[in-house]
């Protein structure tokens, strides 16, 4: 019985998701109701509450599990060894573009920038995890580093979903890559 219940825990909260996530592509989560998402997911406003307080508690949990997914992803790679944050960019790129819809509506206007400053925080922090070892000056300018790279980096991966991911996740993952080790000066030498 309990099984059955976990499967209809999971199939309403799955269907509460991509209700939302639809609806973000139309209009900004303030303007969202829970009347909406519920009708669109064809599920009771009294469901709803009993798995979530609001949209934005249920924004906040779609967040969260596409944080948890890129940490698991992630977290095999050393971000300090070239070819492994190569394939650590490319593991990311492809799993945005195994989840494209939603990153692409985290990603956008219609959602306010808590997704993408979560992703800054966290792209900081492992990337300054493996980089522990610096004395106090380096270890400041290596904040300001990281602060660069990921929010270019989320930038350009706002492009590429814009552009309908035009290049390959290897191909701007080296793009990435080239531009963080090499920087921009040095980026065709």
Not at 6 to 19: G, I, Q
Not at 147 to 173: C, E, Y
Request: net charge negative; with cysteine.
């Amino acid at each position: 019985m309990s099984s059955k219940m976990d499967r209809r825990k999971k199939y309403t909260r799955m269907m509460l998701k991509n209700s939302l996530i639809k609806l973000l592509k139309e209009k900004p989560i303030s303007s969202l109701t829970v009347k909406e998402i519920c009708e669109l997911a064809d599920i009771n406003r009294s469901t709803f509450y009993s798995h979530y307080t609001d949209q934005f508690d249920l924004l906040s949990h779609i967040e969260d599990d596409v944080l948890n997914d890129m940490q698991r992803t992630l977290g095999v790679y050393n971000f300090n060894k070239e070819e492994e944050a190569l394939q650590m960019t490319v593991k990311m790129l492809e799993y945005i573009v195994e989840n494209q819809e939603v990153c692409q509506t985290l990603l956008s206007e219609n959602v306010n920038a808590d997704f993408q400053n979560k992703v800054m925080n966290f792209a900081q922090q492992f990337i300054l995890s493996g980089l522990e070892d610096m004395e106090k000056h380096d270890q400041q300018v290596s904040e300001y580093m990281t602060v660069f790279v990921v929010s270019g980096t989320i930038h350009i991966i706002k492009k590429w979903l814009r552009n309908g991911m035009d290049q390959s996740p290897q191909q701007l993952a080296t793009i990435i890559n080239r531009m963080t080790n090499k920087g921009l000066f040095n980026y065709y030498k």
